[in-house]
């Protein structure tokens, strides 16, 4: 038996560090690797299940080829031949630009920009920009601060009051718990702000439940109340701060009552809230991604990120804006949520289409139009708004490709089906949004049956296609390990203290980075201060300057009684991890939660078989009854499959968010019956 040194590539807080024991090719105990502090406590359920994940009887072994609606094996180099036809022949009947790649968050790692360069080559493509997941708080964090970056996970602790604000630790990032419980332990306060009681919550000295998408009028209230009652850092917004009086007026219309009218919290809580925060430091604000599934979002994380400024709780130990530390981002040369590639040298990249539009986007397309879709590290159909309009713009293309482990409901939209990679199957480097750790995610087992990691399937297509092996060089690496390696040893070797032998050992905190961000008080903003008062906010998404709170559209009255929220769920990355006979008895993801006082007056019953229904499309479940879930709110958790009842964004609509061309998930009206 061997122990391996490796990391979880999944698009979670966590990106554990892992010790990975394989025994005669076949993966065993996965324990953490004892030098990552933020993740050295344990392995969450999901990754205790990847000695399972790899075998699954589902896991797809060969390429499959659709005819007549029913897929049956063939070899790869049928399938190469089959898409480098399919691509000359699209390519010379409407262009390059007609091909769509979309990737999304399934895998991280470097070798992930091969995909990007491969469609390059082959004369342009199009892509998608804006993200499903977290640009309009990058955006609005990036405005008032000019980058991304918080204090170390482990810092925390030493916080004497926390604010969990729309998330939720204890399911989506449970490693951060135990430094908050180290707060708590040690006499912290530790405040929750979400519509629903949680697995977080149940730790809180404070619960509040404001009505969804009212969090903006919230964080507006108690700046008001820090200013009337001078509990502001008037040394440090002198220095530091721009905008300060512009906000004082505008915070000033935001009193208690209002307040209170608007998020349904009671004035007693706002005020006790704006105490809290008033009096006790170091203050953090640890916030996650409830208030940015609707339409305000990014206005609404600026009115948040505001009361750490005004109270002067940045730039110190235990206080802070904890939202997305990309200090680990030392490869990338920019995070900017206008471009998810930036635009190549010789434009050959088209970022045309919006993700959160995808399916518009696709039927919409013009000048070429799309004809050809390559989907890989994603799950439209099921993640993506719209379900239904998804399934049409696929099933309106000429040509299909899905790499994918498992047969998902996007994969059964495609042609050719190429089957994926897990992360032991190839080496690469990833980086993190949480801790600042760079890390290897190594080889330690051959792929299974046929399956190639996307690096080579490129390299194989793009021979079949008549690319040369000298055009791939230092672009696509050759199919072997020592190739793989030598590609990515070279983008480490700008970078001090980074190699594979020093990575093959552990984790390393990335070069330049730093565990109490903005120490040295410096913000890479236009002014160079923090920016309350933002000219780019206006230029850039045409929001006022200052941050305000816009009413969501869900509270515009239609003949749907429910506010649709689908968070995210512990024992599940999204739509991953639920085919896992280990996950499958602690997760149900048939479940539809809703509070009983609403559902007697549909006289539904607990447990009882229903359907979710709107204009868009309905999806089925069984009710459960959930005295913690606010009044007026249906929850179903992201991620299920179709088989499971149905995708909940068959029941969602494409509405971008204010910053950042989000997706504003939760701006949906629903209605409950009786399933017949
Ligand atoms: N186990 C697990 N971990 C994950 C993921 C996963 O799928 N599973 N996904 C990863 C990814 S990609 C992401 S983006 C993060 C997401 O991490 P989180 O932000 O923690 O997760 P969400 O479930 O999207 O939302 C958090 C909470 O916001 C609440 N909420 C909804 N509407 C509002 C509102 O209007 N105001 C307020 N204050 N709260 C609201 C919801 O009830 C929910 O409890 O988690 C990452 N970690
Ligand atoms: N209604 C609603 N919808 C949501 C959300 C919500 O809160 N509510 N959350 C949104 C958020 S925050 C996010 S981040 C997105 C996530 O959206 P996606 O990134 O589309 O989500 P996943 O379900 O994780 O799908 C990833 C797919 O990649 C595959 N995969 C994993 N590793 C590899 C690999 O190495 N190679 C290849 N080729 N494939 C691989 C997996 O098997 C899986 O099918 O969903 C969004 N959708
Ligand atoms: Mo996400």
């Given amino acids: 038996m061997a122990i391996k040194v490796s990391a979880c590539p999944r698009d979670c807080y966590s990106t554990c560090s892992f010790l990975v024991s394989v025994n005669n090719g076949r993966i065993g105990l996965i324990e953490p690797h004892p030098d990552n502090r933020a993740t050295s406590e344990g392995v969450c359920l999901k990754g205790l299940s990847y000695f399972e994940r790899v075998v699954n009887p589902g896991r797809l072994l060969y390429p499959l080829k659709k005819t007549g609606g029913k897929f049956a094996r063939i070899s790869w180099d049928e399938s190469l031949s089959i898409i480098a036809d399919r691509i000359s022949e699209i390519h010379s009947k409407y262009g390059p630009e007609s091909v769509l790649y979309y990737a999304a968050t399934g895998t991280k790692g470097l070798l992930n920009k091969v995909g990007p360069a491969f469609w390059e080559m082959t004369g342009g493509f199009t892509s998608t920009y804006g993200d499903l997941c977290w640009p309009s708080g990058l955006e609005a964090t990036r405005l008032t601060f000019g980058e991304n970056k918080h204090n170390a996970p482990w810092d925390i602790e030493n916080s004497r009051l926390i604010i969990s604000w729309g998330k939720n630790i204890a399911e989506t990032n449970v490693h951060q718990m135990k430094f908050i419980e180290n ?262 087992i051959d792929p299974p049956g046929e399956v190639k990691p996307e690096s080579e399937i490129y390299y194989l297509l793009a021979r079949k296609m008549g690319i040369s092996k000298s055009d791939m060089k230092g672009k696509i690496p050759a199919p072997s390990d020592n190739e793989v390696e030598i590609f990515l040893e070279d983008i480490l070797k700008n970078f001090s203290g980074l190699s594979l032998s020093r990575l093959k050992e552990g984790p390393v905190l990335a070069p330049g980075s730093s565990d109490i961000a903005f120490e040295d008080l410096i913000f890479k903003t236009r002014s160079g201060k923090i920016e309350i008062y933002s000219d780019e906010a206006n230029e850039r998404w045409g929001v006022d300057k200052l941050p305000e709170y816009i009413p969501p559209l869900i509270n515009e009255e239609n003949e749907f009684s429910f506010i649709l929220l689908s968070s995210n769920t512990k024992n599940r990355i999204h739509s991953q991890f639920g085919n896992m006979k280990l996950i499958e008895q602690f997760d149900d993801p048939s479940l539809i939660y809703i509070n009983p006082s609403d559902a007697l007056k549909k006289s539904i019953a607990d447990g009882e078989k229903i359907e979710v229904f709107n204009k868009l499309g309905s999806i089925s479940g069984i009710t459960k009854f959930d005295h913690g879930l606010r009044s007026g709110c249906v929850l179903v958790k992201n991620g299920r499959w179709m088989h499971e009842g149905g995708s909940v964004n068959l029941l969602t609509s494409q509405i971008e968010t204010d910053m950042g061309y989000g997706a504003a998930f939760y701006e949906n009206r629903v209605d409950i019956r009786r399933a017949t």
């Fill in 183 to 444: 707060s708590i332990s040690n006499g912290g306060k530790f405040v929750v702000i979400d519509p629903r009681r949680t697995e977080t919550s149940s730790k809180a000295d404070i619960h509040i439940s404001p009505a969804p998408g009212t969090d903006g009028a919230l964080a507006m209230g108690i700046g008001n109340l820090l200013i009337l009652k001078g509990y502001v850092d008037v040394d440090f917004i002198n220095n530091n701060v721009k905008g300060f009086e512009e906000y004082r007026s505008a915070a000033a219309k935001y009193t208690p009552e209002k307040v209170s009218e608007i998020t349904g919290v009671n004035v007693g809580a706002i005020r006790e809230l704006a105490e809290l925060i008033g009096t006790i430091k170091p203050m953090t604000i640890t916030a996650g991604f409830g208030m940015q599934r609707y339409r305000n979002s990014g206005q609404t994380m600026r009115t948040l990120i505001s009361l750490p400024v005004l109270t002067g709780n940045i730039g110190k130990i235990g206080a802070g804006w904890v939202y997305a530390n990309l200090q680990s981002h030392i490869f990338d040369d920019e995070v900017d949520p206008l471009a998810i590639y930036p635009r190549s040298d010789n434009n050959r990249i088209r970022n045309s289409i919006p993700v959160t539009k995808l399916a518009d986007g696709i039927l919409d397309s013009e000048d070429p139009p799309i004809k050809m879709i390559w989907i890989e590290r994603g799950n439209p159909v099921t993640q993506n708004p719209d379900t239904a309009s998804v399934i049409k713009a696929f099933r309106s293309l000429e040509f299909r490709v899905v790499v994918d482990q498992f047969m998902t409901d996007t994969a059964r939209e495609a042609d050719i089906v190429l089957p994926a990679k897990t992360m032991f199957e190839q080496s690469d480097i990833i980086n993190a949004y949480w801790h600042h750790y760079i890390q290897l995610k190594q080889k330690v």
